[in-house]
Every structure is written in C-alpha cells, then in structure tokens.
C-alpha cells in the first residue's frame, strides 16, 4: 500500500539549533518525493522535491531508499520556519499521478 | 506564476444541503484535485480529474461528486451535507498527466456544516 508516515505531529526547536522533520514511505515503485510547506495565512506550496537535489531555504532532503525515507533537515533553524511541513509521494495511477500526502508536522522555533 | 482560485475563503451550510465548492486554474492544466485537510490527518484525496468530464475517486469519495466541465475548472458537490463534512477543501492543479511536476494550491474554503 501507499504510504507516506510523519511520526511527530509537532517538533519545537530552538533559533539556531539543527532542525529535522522525519518523512517514511511505503510504494511498490520508484518514488517520487516532496516536501510542501504551509506558513500562517498562506497557501500550500512546494519547498522541495529529491529529483532536483536542491537545497531551499537552507533546508535540504536526501531520498534513502534502503531505509525508505525522505527527512528533511536544517542546520540552523530560523524563526521564518515556523510552519506546517507535509511530506508528500507521488503515486503513478492509471491515468495520472497523484499525491500522497503524509499527517504533516507542525514546526515551531523558539526565539 | 500559476494561479489557482476557490471561489470562497469560508462558506457556512446547514445540514442536508447540497454544496459546491468552485476552483478555477489559469495555466491550462490538465490535472486537478480536491483535498480535505483535517489537524492530525493531513491532505486527503477527495477525487481528482486528468482531462475534461474524467475523474477519479480518491481516498474518501464518499459523500462528495465533481464536475468537469471545462479544463479550467473543477467543481466539488456535497451531495448532502453532512456535519463530518466541516473542514478545509483545497484544490490543486498540474501539469500534464504521468508527471513529477509539483501541485500548485488554491486559498482553500473552510466549510462549516451546521
């Protein structure tokens, strides 16, 4: 089945302290990984994706297929990062791709 | 810059009517979605759409239909509503079927069934 886990609802850290939101997922075939971040009063968007390798906003996410996940990480949190991170996997169906979403983890810097 | 639009920020209904929640795209996609999103349950797939008058159940389809009518457009109907349905409906939209192509997200309605 697929699946897409976040284990911490809430994860609070501290400004400047390393940050990392833990993603697993479950998918019989080769994944495709996002993470989508919600600020206050903003729409859903994209942060990042594994295919691009990319780091955004300083934060950066590894695609590790032997143990099947996706966290993301920070070396420095910032209080900008508060916001609702969700994990997401993209699911090839008949006739289009669609998304599983994971529970979301709200993150939350403390000054 | 792609621009996805719910037609309500809030909506407020009353048990048993029949609701439709309206979401327009600009950028000609092909595929768009409807989602739940509930605290401690994330993003659930109501249904989504790749092409005109085609759909396709989600995770929970039930109570809920969509309409198609136009590529720009993608309509949710509670059917009845019920209190369970109070919560917040996003739509989305990508590009092209059999992509890695990231969703892009309206404002979101929060509805609330009274």
């Known amino acids: 089945a697929q699946r897409v886990t976040q284990p911490e609802k809430l994860l609070s850290v501290f400004k400047g302290a390393p940050v990392e939101l833990k993603c697993n997922y479950s998918y019989s075939g080769s994944p495709e990984l996002f993470w989508y971040v919600q600020y206050s009063r903003q729409r859903l968007q994209l942060l990042l994706r594994h295919i691009s390798r990319e780091s955004i906003k300083g934060f950066t996410a590894d695609l590790n297929k032997g143990e099947t996940s996706f966290h993301l990480k920070k070396p420095f949190a910032q209080e900008e990062d508060s916001a609702m991170y969700y994990c997401?996997?993209?699911?090839?169906?008949?006739?289009?791709?669609?998304?599983?979403f994971g529970s979301g983890t709200r993150l939350s810097i403390r000054p | 810059d792609v621009k996805v639009t719910q037609s309500s920020r809030y909506l407020v209904k009353r048990t048993g009517e029949k609701v439709f929640l309206e979401c327009v795209q600009d950028?000609?996609?092909?595929?768009m979605f409807w989602y739940r999103q509930d605290p401690g349950l994330g993003l659930r797939l109501i249904y989504f759409?790749?092409?005109?008058?085609?759909?396709e159940k989600g995770d929970i389809p039930e109570g809920y239909s969509v309409s198609r009518e136009k590529k720009e457009r993608f309509s949710l109907i509670l059917e009845s509503a019920s209190t369970n349905q109070t919560s917040m409906y996003l739509c989305a939209s990508t590009d092209r079927a059999y992509s890695n192509q990231p969703q892009h997200f309206g404002d979101g309605t929060r509805l609330s069934i009274l």
């Open positions: 950028m000609d996609h092909e595929n």
């Open positions: 997401a996997l993209s699911a090839r169906e008949s006739s289009a791709s669609k998304i599983i």
């Open positions: 759409s790749y092409d005109v008058k085609m759909k």
